[in-house]
């Protein structure tokens, strides 16, 4: 069935390098997907979002790229911190799917000091 | 601070009970999903309303049902409760449809 997925369940990487968490979708009428972060024992947060009729979004040190040729999304992090410790999850929103916010899997990111 | 609400924190009940778990959208906000999170696991959607309607619906189990009301607050139903049902449960609200949605703390369920 259509779903988003997650390549890497853990990406472990050292204090001040920059970070890659990669994400998979299969429904090709997908139009608006959210990165989220959780930590342990919280609800998730809203990290940053992309519609469909872009290909890049920036944040404060995040950016979303969107390759809607290959159905591929990615959150890169720069200059990882310890605060980015938490698993992460990418979602989408895609009107033949009656709007809901469907979830893949997650990807632990493990910042070493 | 999301400012999406969740009661109780948490909770903790026997098998074949049934619990209400509460929800309060941020404000102005007209979409409330539902979701359940095993231990070390994806969320899993349950159900979404949207300006008291029921909007969209995933793998519910008929034991469980959700409403939201005319002030926009949400109940979740939990019903011949199992051990299987111990998890998480998380709302969200949205203001509109297809916006980014803000999650609440969590309901942690145990059921002994």
């Known amino acids: 069935g259509e779903s988003v997925g997650l390549h890497l369940p853990t990406l472990s990487v050292q204090e001040g390098d920059n970070s890659i968490i990669n994400c998979a979708y299969s429904?090709?009428?997908?139009?608006?997907f959210i990165w989220y972060k959780q930590e342990s024992g919280k609800g998730p947060q809203f990290i940053i979002d992309i519609r469909s009729n872009m290909d890049k979004r920036q944040g404060q040190r995040v950016t979303v790229l969107l390759n809607k040729t290959v159905k591929h999304l990615s959150l890169q992090i720069a200059a990882t911190q310890p605060g980015d410790s938490a698993v992460y999850f990418c979602?989408?929103?895609?009107?033949?799917?009656?709007?809901?916010?469907?979830f893949g899997g997650g990807t632990r990111l493990m910042v070493k000091p | 601070d999301s400012g999406v609400t969740q009661t109780p924190k948490h909770l903790i009940t026997a098998t074949g009970q049934r619990v209400t778990l509460r929800c309060s959208p941020r404000?102005?906000?007209?979409?409330v999903y539902w979701y359940q999170q095993s231990l070390d696991q994806g969320l899993q959607f349950l159900i979404q309303y949207y300006n008291g309607e029921e909007r969209a619906k995933g793998n519910i189990l008929e034991r469980f049902s959700a409403q939201q009301f005319p002030d926009l607050h949400s109940e979740l139903n939990l019903s011949s409760l199992e051990l299987g049902d111990s998890a998480l449960y998380f709302c969200?609200?949205?203001?509109?449809?297809?916006?980014?949605?803000?999650f609440g703390q969590g309901t942690r369920l145990t059921v002994v």
């Open positions: 969200a609200s949205s203001p509109r449809l297809n916006t980014e949605a803000f």
């Open positions: 404000s102005g906000d007209l979409s």
């Open positions: 429904n090709s009428a997908s139009d608006y």
């Open positions: 979602a989408e929103i895609s009107n033949n799917a009656g709007n809901m916010l469907t």
